[in-house]
């Protein structure tokens, strides 16, 4: 390989994650995940918090490459445009994700939370990204008739401020 190794989101290096993804034990996870670590020339995460992990896996040299949340508050103009244009009332309380969606990322979970919200809760859940686990999830959406997740897909990184601000939660 290149000798770089990216590890989006941190979930690489959550053994139980890990391990389900992979279908194997957490201890094997972790000696995977350390491996990994200890054989890169240099780890990308997108944040800080990230690091000491890194560390502890013997990773050697770590880069921090923020994504694209800002914490600030959003124009209420774009607010209104972004919700106009997604369909969304002015009133619904909406979740964002925004990331990669693979089966690391665990977003059975979202479903999962998704499913079990009263039906008078006016609320709804953009995913902003895209992956090798949207297809599942879309499918299990169908499937278990959860109209509340809407999948944006992936977005140019200037675009993934408009998604931010249409949300109230992310």
């Known amino acids: 390989g290149s000798g770089y190794a990216s590890i989006c989101e941190g979930t690489c290096f959550s053994p139980s994650t890990l391990a389900r993804a992979a279908r194997i034990s957490a201890f094997e996870a972790s000696a995977r995940a350390s491996s990994v670590a200890r054989s890169a020339a240099s780890v990308i995460v997108p944040t800080p918090g990230l690091v000491p992990h890194l560390l502890r896996h013997g990773a050697r040299s770590i880069s921090v490459v923020p994504g694209a949340v800002v914490d600030s508050a959003p124009d209420l103009v774009v607010r209104a445009e972004a919700r106009r244009a997604l369909g969304i009332d002015d009133g619904t309380c909406v979740f964002a994700y925004v990331g990669s ?11 999962d939370a998704v499913s079990e919200l009263s039906p008078g809760v006016d609320a709804c859940v953009l995913v902003v990204g895209d992956g090798s686990a949207r297809e599942h999830l879309e499918q299990r959406l169908a499937a278990e008739r959860i109209d509340r997740v809407m999948f944006v897909g992936a977005v140019p990184k200037p675009d993934v401020g408009r998604y931010l601000a249409a949300s109230d939660v992310c």
């Not at 969606?101 to 479903?111: E, I, M, P, S, T």
Request: charged share 10%; proline share 0%; hydrophobic share 65%.
């Open 101 to 111: 969606v693979g089966v690391a990322n665990n977003l059975d979970l979202l479903v």
